[in-house]
């Protein structure tokens, strides 16, 4: 099992409780998958740095999970057709000790 982290930007036209919906069914996806989340946090509306589909702000969701490696795209696949989610980067989380960066 790898350390993963998820940053989605999700559109800015939901809020509130679809906002709250969307995030649930984002983190049911994982479980399905069987991967266990350690932490969730919603970042908040930010600017983009550029337009994604007309769209000049997005909101910030990070999620950490644990999962097997082939379950990354299953999980693409399944988010993909989400017309809520803007984009997505998936990142493998390196375990090192300070020891390590030092040398």
Do not use: Q, W
Not at 42 to 68: E, H, P, Q, V, W
């Amino acid at each position: 099992m790898g350390s993963y982290e998820a940053l989605f930007i999700l559109t800015p036209e939901i809020d509130g409780e679809m906002l709250e919906k969307e995030i649930d069914y984002l983190k049911n996806e994982i479980v399905k998958l069987l991967g266990e989340i350690s932490e969730s946090k919603l970042l908040g509306k930010r600017k983009l740095a550029y337009s994604i589909k007309k769209m000049t702000d997005g909101f910030y969701l990070l999620i950490n999970f644990t999962c097997k490696p082939d379950v990354i795209d299953k999980l693409l696949k399944r988010i993909k057709h989400d017309l809520n989610v803007l984009r997505v980067g998936i990142f493998k989380k390196d375990s090192f000790s300070i020891s390590e960066i030092r040398d």
